[in-house]
């Protein structure tokens, strides 16, 4: 009987062992092109595609990234795409938790099938949208201006997304903290403000990644609304970068790490309520 456990636990073992491995092999693979990117930001143009490559530069050239910062206002299209990501995440957290608190905890006549209704408009691809959103936008006189690029991705795709993951998460709330709220008198915007809104900590973190890096990566709406090269955004810049370096891959690179710097960031800090917001946030009628 003892050989028996021994051999289940130190199969037990051997196979928890091989799952870590095969993450970390995942992991690593994953993680190729990102240290690609940083290694080629670091070198000299001469030595970016010398086979065997070089992860680890024999010599490290920081000038790549000042002749970026040099050379292009960077820190103008830098500063683009973070305000309008964080607008437009903060945006979308307020819409998407008022609606899913309202779809999850206030009943109304036909609140499931304005719900299904509202779900099934993100079946339509954006391109169809674009041109009927670009002549509403001429219209009213917002092309060439950042106002598309924040108002748009809060009432679309991404807006009706978060409602989605707010609503799952509120239902999972019991009734019963409602209830006490509202003995104690406290209205429907209180309740929601103070008690639902504080323990909805974990999906909040979770759709503040999700919407900070959707924004952050945007590149089609900045191609259809923006034209000005001051107001171009991150993804829009690089594009036009390529086009102006040609070749000089060091250059490009290094931009890309700096793009790539508050993604890392955001994740970071809030990757512990990410984790538990996605465990949390399951499919409940």
């Known amino acids: 009987m003892k050989s028996n456990r021994h051999g289940l636990h130190a199969g037990k073992l051997l196979g928890i062992g091989g799952h870590y491995v095969a993450l970390g092999a995942i992991s690593l693979l994953m993680l190729v092109p990102f240290l690609w990117m940083l290694s080629t930001s670091l070198k000299e143009?001469?030595?970016?595609?010398?086979?065997?490559?070089?992860?680890?530069?024999?010599?490290?050239?920081?000038e790549n990234y000042k002749e970026v910062l040099a050379n292009t206002p960077f820190h103008l299209f830098y500063w683009n795409s973070l305000y309008i990501a964080i607008l437009v995440t903060v945006g979308t957290?307020?819409?998407?938790?008022?609606?899913?608190?309202?779809?999850?905890r206030i009943p109304f006549r036909g609140?499931?099938?304005?719900?299904?209704?509202?779900?099934?408009t993100m079946m339509i691809p954006h391109e169809v949208t674009s041109i009927p959103m670009f002549l509403f936008m001429r219209m009213l006189g917002f092309i060439n201006t950042h106002v598309p690029l924040i108002v748009l991705p809060i009432f679309g795709a991404g807006g009706i997304f978060g409602v989605f993951v707010m609503r799952q998460f509120?239902?999972?709330?019991?009734?019963?903290?409602?209830?006490?709220?509202?003995i104690d008198g406290c209205s429907r915007w209180r309740i929601y403000w103070s008690i639902m809104l504080p323990l909805a900590k974990p999906a909040i973190a979770t759709l503040t990644i999700f919407t900070f890096l959707t924004s952050w990566n945007e590149f089609y709406d900045p191609l259809i609304f923006i034209n000005d090269r001051e107001l171009m955004t991150l993804p829009l810049a690089l594009s036009l970068f390529t086009d102006e370096v040609g070749t000089a891959w060091h250059h490009l690179m290094s931009a890309?790490?700096?793009?790539?710097?508050?993604?890392?960031?955001?994740?970071f800090?809030?990757?512990?309520?990410?984790i538990e917001g996605v465990s949390m946030t399951g499919l409940k009628d």
């Open 269 to 274: 800090f809030a990757q512990k309520q990410f």
């Open 93 to 104: 957290v307020l819409f998407a938790s008022i609606a899913g608190y309202a779809f999850a």
């Open 170 to 182: 509120f239902l999972g709330i019991p009734k019963e903290l409602e209830e006490a709220a509202m």
């Open 256 to 267: 890309s790490v700096m793009a790539t710097l508050p993604l890392l960031i955001v994740f």
């Open 45 to 62: 143009p001469a030595k970016i595609f010398v086979f065997p490559p070089e992860f680890i530069p024999s010599s490290i050239r920081l």
């Open 111 to 120: 609140r499931n099938i304005v719900f299904l209704v509202l779900l099934s």
